[in-house]
């Protein structure tokens, strides 16, 4: 809900093209359905599905390494512990010369949390690839 509340108290001119979600797994699921009830432009991405390119094992492994070789030329906001979470994640090889990212449990045991960098790399998968074409309701 702290989503749905941030979005209607956003002046129209400052709102992104629409709200990118991890749409992976039952929470994912559930968070798309929470905000397309409440009205918002939803974006599904799918953080597990196969890579684009073969050197690595899923999508979110391929975000985060186009991220991180981008990362020189982006401007970050100021935010306590981004940066760790962004570059912490270990690329890991999985065999048949695949990387893959460290898996989001094994960062929370570390005490770590892939959220924030999630969102801020889901940002700016959506701004790379542009305005995306929304389906009606």
């Known amino acids: 809900s702290e989503i749905i509340e941030f979005w209607f ?7 992104p093209h629409a709200v990118n979600v991890d749409a992976g797994g039952d929470v994912g699921i559930v968070i798309c359905r929470k905000l397309e ?6 974006v599904r991405r799918f953080f597990g599905v196969p890579a684009l390119k073969y050197q ?21 906001p100021d935010c306590p512990g981004l940066v760790e979470a962004l570059t912490t994640p270990a690329l890991l090889p999985v065999g048949g010369g695949q990387v893959s990212l460290e898996d989001k449990s094994d960062m929370r045991k570390r005490g770590g949390s ?3 960098g999630d ?11 542009g305005k995306p074409k ?3 309701a």
Do not use: C, H, Q
Request: a negative charge.
């Open 119 to 129: 969102a801020v790399v889901l940002a700016w998968i959506a701004n790379k690839l």
């Open 9 to 15: 108290a956003t002046p129209e001119d400052d709102k």
């Open 56 to 76: 690595y094992k899923s999508a979110r492994t391929e975000m985060y390494a186009d991220f991180r070789e981008a990362l020189p030329t982006i401007s970050l």
């Open 114 to 116: 892939p959220d924030i």
């Open 37 to 42: 009830r409440a009205g918002l432009p939803v």
């Open 134 to 136: 929304m389906e009606a």
